[in-house]
């Protein structure tokens, strides 16, 4: 459940930058005088969550890890389930017609076993998310947990970015009825759709093509994905820039987030560099 909800929370789009980035899920950065860090691109819901030889000689060589959350922290969970549902008493079955909401029901119970009314107050987006694991056609292994006992092989704590909170709130930003429109065609596809672009993104995850990704989920299908991008990730990114700078000032840094946030114009490693810091692909 923990590994569910974190995945939920996560991840986002991005608009495609003119000049396409080297292919490496790795970047060292360095330049005006910081400690040496790395950024590192992951994808939260994966079949393979082995890290190479590289990433792993990047952790020992940084004294602490961050990633989009502390996952560490006993108060995740709570914080999570404090912001799952929908606010101001809203509910699926107002944001749908009874056929919909039915269709909806009936596609649940056929994918996971269990119908929406137990689930109606939480946030849409929330619930599309629960259909991925079997979408994703193998046993989900986390990137995040791989690069956490890696770091704790080194006495390295895990820290976050940025709050539950925060993240949570993305998904208030996003109108309700988007959310529940874009359940609905899931529905009425048999979910297919949603399968078709995971095995994208996964693929392209595997070629380590940041600029790729970004572009796939700039044409998206789901409007959720390609049409609040500044939401999803544009924001978040300008948001942790000055977190990572006051970070990497300190000591060396692993930093782990979702990779659409490291392409695109927008993305962690450009906004880096127009601040005149190296950030180059480690292969």
């Not at 986002?12 to 005006?32: D, V």
Request: proline share 4%; hydrophobic share 40%.
């Amino acid at each position: 459940m923990k590994q569910l909800l974190t995945f939920i929370v996560l991840g986002s789009s991005l608009l495609l930058g003119a000049q396409t980035l080297e292919k490496s899920l790795l970047w060292k950065i360095s330049g005006n005088g910081i400690q040496t860090s790395y950024l590192y691109g992951t994808i939260h819901m994966t079949c393979d969550n082995t890290l190479d030889d590289a990433t792993k000689k990047a952790i020992a060589a940084t004294k602490q890890l961050y990633l989009e959350l502390d996952m560490d922290d006993p108060g995740m969970m709570p914080g999570m389930m404090k912001g799952i549902n929908m606010k101001d008493g809203v509910t699926m079955d107002r944001l749908a017609s009874p056929d919909d909401y039915k269709l909806v029901d009936a596609f649940f119970k056929k994918k996971i076993g269990v119908g929406i009314d137990a689930m109606k107050t939480m946030k849409p987006m929330m619930l599309s998310a629960m259909l991925l694991p079997a979408a994703l056609g193998c046993t989900p292994k986390s990137i995040e947990e791989a690069l956490m006992t890696e770091a704790k092989n080194y006495g390295e704590e895990t820290f976050g970015l940025e709050t539950v909170e925060e993240q949570l709130a993305v998904f208030d930003a996003i109108p309700y009825k988007i959310q529940m429109d874009e359940l609905v065609k899931s529905a009425r596809g048999d979910g297919q759709n949603d399968i078709d672009e995971l095995a994208e993104l996964v693929k392209l995850y595997g070629d380590k093509d940041l600029d790729a990704l970004v572009a796939a989920s700039e044409k998206s299908e789901n409007r959720t994905t390609a049409e609040f991008g500044e939401i999803l990730l544009k924001n978040r990114n300008q948001n942790w820039i000055p977190r990572i700078l006051r970070l990497i000032k300190e000591k060396p840094t692993f930093f782990g987030v979702g990779a659409a946030h490291l392409g695109g114009p927008d993305g962690v490693i450009r906004l880096l560099r127009k601040m005149g810091y190296t950030v180059e692909a480690v292969n």
